[in-house]
């Protein structure tokens, strides 16, 4: 009954902004870490972003200085502020949760992915 759902992604010239949301919903007790992962065509997925839930962050060499993970713990959800977008940064952005259920084991999740195209 969990289900993840991305929003924000779109077009946008190089050197523009996006913000990305992705609202967990269903029968949560808690979230765990939250990421931010990409896939551009021909490539693999990875990692872009990480956010625990305490608060720490990580990045990806590629996108530090320029992206800003965060989350709300009541809204349940995960942000991805991203400025001074180049092309090289265009794909599909997905969202990854590891969520518990009350009386249940850890599970990841994925959203279903939202594309975000930088033109140049």
């Known amino acids: 009954q969990v289900q993840l759902v991305e929003s924000g992604g779109g077009l946008v010239q190089a050197g523009g902004s996006l913000r990305l949301s992705c609202a967990a919903s269903g029968n949560i007790y808690r979230i765990n870490v939250m990421r931010w992962h990409r896939q551009a065509p021909g490539k693999q997925r990875e990692l872009v972003a990480a956010?625990?839930?305490?608060?720490?962050?990580d990045y990806a060499d590629s996108v530090k200085g320029r992206f800003t993970i965060s989350r709300d713990n009541a809204k349940k959800t995960v942000y991805l502020q991203m400025n001074s977008l180049k092309s090289e940064d265009t794909a599909v952005y997905y969202c990854?949760?590891?969520?518990?259920?009350?009386?249940?084991?850890?599970?990841?999740?994925w959203g279903q992915g939202t594309q975000v195209t930088v033109s140049s």
């Open positions: 990854y949760a590891d969520i518990s259920a009350l009386g249940y084991m850890n599970r990841g999740y």
């Open positions: 956010i625990s839930s305490a608060g720490t962050t």
